[in-house]
């Protein structure tokens, strides 16, 4: 079994920063990618952020310049700093993670609120 636990979430002004967390525990066996995901309501769950073992990473382009992902491999745990955070960040965000290429962990969820 693997789980996730997100921290971070909250509520926060508009221009304001967030730190999302993201910590694996469990039957830990060679993590691939870490990445983040959002859902506002009523909508899909979007890509945010993705980081490889190697430490590349891609964003979508919604957030690209504002946010950043980082990883601690030691800790088993992902890192999404969000700066210049707007209305439209609004969502719960969740974090996923790949093992071996073949099995995908979902965490539970953390919400963030950005007020205008």
């Known amino acids: 079994q693997v789980q996730l636990v997100e921290s971070g979430g909250g509520l926060v002004q508009a221009g304001g920063s967030l730190r999302l967390s993201c910590a694996a525990s469990g039957s830990i066996n060679s993590i691939n990618a870490m990445g983040w995901y959002r859902q506002a309501p009523g909508k899909q769950r979007d890509f945010i952020a993705r980081?490889?073992?190697?430490?590349?990473?891609s964003y979508a382009d919604s957030v690209k310049g504002r946010f950043t992902i980082s990883r601690d491999n030691a800790k088993n745990t992902v890192y999404l700093q969000m700066n210049s955070l707007k209305s439209e960040d609004t969502a719960v965000y969740y974090c996923?993670?790949?093992?071996?290429?073949?099995?995908?962990?979902w965490g539970q969820g953390t919400q963030v609120t950005v007020s205008s």
């Open positions: 996923n993670i790949n093992m071996g290429g073949i099995y995908v962990y």
């Open positions: 980081i490889t073992s190697g430490g590349l990473t």
